[in-house]
């Protein structure tokens, strides 16, 4: 055989050699030994060159060097592939607990609205939305805000302009609602509101609220009592009583203030009551015809009652959240409590 020769067959017998070894017939040390050992088929090589002309040394020297540097490299693969392998294989220990997905969870705010949402939808009302950047006239006016009326005040309203604003209150979805819709109504219009108000742990520059207006023939104050009375039992448990105290809207007439008995002591007076045993809950009164004329309904014909909720209060209730400032500081230690 030919030195030519005897370097090709070296190389075909690694081939071969190596896929023995990947398929686990011979181990790695037998392949090393065989190939790159001192008395190794390579190192058999080096010898034959003192057979062959002079002229011929530098070109099967070249040959030599590169097959063995070749085989050399490929068995260093293999060795840092079965490195590799049994690194990741030690790697997993089945006794360690499993590394947990990251999933989001609902924004307690949102799980508030989505709970009303379905209280009231139970009841017959749909859930409609106003717009956030709104005018003067949706806001105030067309809810017999006079003029000179102290919520209008730069203090509290963010203005855009003259007649932009912020809404501050989600009871301008009403006047849209009515404009464009005829009685008989049963809406709910959640969302976000504005107030230009000195942040704390009570009072935040934007918050939400859900309106609510029903306008039918006949629409009693007892329809208002009962309505908000199953609203209350819904969202806070049956044993909850409630109790209107009244108040003043410019948009209602008569107004009143509904209170819970306290989720906390069940009425019976604590610091969250402040001994009171009732918690404020919301704002409501039968709509004010002055708001029927700015809509053109006809107030001889129907009446209605309105009411307005803060989320956050109500969140806050629920969820023991002492800081309102906490639904908006994207806190996920705070947030991944209210998974679904
Ligand atoms: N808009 C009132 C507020 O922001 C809440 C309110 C009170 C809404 C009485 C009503 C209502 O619809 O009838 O404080």
Known sequence: ????????????????DKNDFNSGLITFEELKNKYLSRKGLLSELYP???DIPDSDKPVFGKKINSVKNEISYEI???????NSSSDSSFSIDSTMPGLDKLSGSIHPLTKIIEEIKSIFSRIGFSTIYGPEVDTDY??????????DHPARDMQDTFYIDKETLLRTHTSSSQIH???KNQP???????????RNEDISVRSYCLFHQIEGLYIDKNVKFSDLKGTLDYFAKNLFGENVKTRFRPSYFPFTEPSAEMDVSCIFCNGKGCNICKYSGWLEILGCGMVDPEVFKFVNYDS?????FAFGVGIERIAMLKYGVKDIRMFYSGDVQFLKQFKL
């Open 1 to 16: 055989m030919s030195l030519n020769e005897k370097i090709q067959s070296i190389s075909e017998a690694f081939l071969k």
């Open 48 to 50: 034959l060159l003192n």
């Open 76 to 82: 260093n693969q293999l060795i840092d592939d079965e």
């Open 138 to 147: 949706y806001n105030f006016e067309a809810l017999n805000i006079p003029k």
């Open 177 to 179: 609602f009515m404009e």
């Open 184 to 194: 008989p109504i049963r809406v709910i219009s959640p969302g976000r509101v504005y």
């Open 300 to 304: 001889d014909l129907w009446s209605g």
